[in-house]
Structure formats: C-alpha cells, structure tokens
C-alpha cells in the first residue's frame, strides 16, 4: 500500500483548505482498508484527527476537530479528503495519512502511513 498526501499550504485564520489522500496497490482495496488522517505539530506527539472505514459507513473525529472537519472518500479513485473549515492557528502541523484494517485513534496501531504535508495556519 502506498498513500500519498496533498493539499497542505498556508492559510490564514478561519480560512479553509481539503487534503487529499491518494492510495494504491491492490492491498487497500482488495482488503478494504479504512483511513485514517494525523497529525504532528512541532514538538509534539502525533495525534489522531480523523478516521473512516471503507465503506464509509463509520467516521470518527477528534474533539479539537469535530464540527469543523469532514473526512470522506471515493472508493472509485482510492482517495480520502480531509475537509477542513475554520481553521485555527493551533490547527498548525504535518498532516499523515494512515491505512490498516481497523479504524482506530492510536497511531501506533496503523500500518501503512503517507509521507505527510503541511499545513500552515497563520495571518
């Protein structure tokens, strides 16, 4: 499995901005792979923002993030996206995407993972 991650830039304060997760090899679909979004901020740990399972019947967000972000995915095109509304200065990290079996919050717990892109929060 291969995921690659985009969309990341900069962005001032309650602005907007949708990452992409593209995925591939016959792994992720043959297995149905849920996908998870993280993140890391300088200095931090990675921590889980988002998650939704194959089917799409099941998603899961972070309390710092639910309400303002929507994750969804096109199955047709192994893509994920991350829409991100109002978003805040503390919102400021390199965004991973993730892929496994089970949708969980743990990072430690997924086993494929994306190279990441940054997202920038500032005015």
């Known amino acids: 499995v291969q995921l690659q991650a985009s969309g990341g830039g900069l962005v001032q304060p309650g602005g907007s901005l949708t990452l992409s997760c593209a995925a591939s090899g016959r792994t992720y679909s043959d297995n149905k792979l849920a996908t998870g979004w993280f993140r890391q901020a300088p200095g931090k740990v990675r921590e889980f923002v988002a998650s939704?399972?194959?089917?799409?019947?099941?998603?899961r967000y972070a309390d710092s993030v639910n309400g303002r972000f929507t994750i969804s995915r096109d199955n047709a095109h192994n893509t994920v996206n991350l829409q991100m509304n109002g978003l805040k200065p503390e919102d400021t990290a390199v965004y991973y995407c993730?892929?496994?079996?089970?949708?969980?919050?743990?990072?430690?717990?997924?086993?494929?993972w994306g190279q990441g892109t940054l997202v920038t929060v500032s005015s």
């Open positions: 939704i399972t194959w089917s799409g019947g099941s998603v």
């Open positions: 993730a892929a496994d079996a089970l949708a969980t919050t743990i990072p430690g717990a997924w086993g494929y």
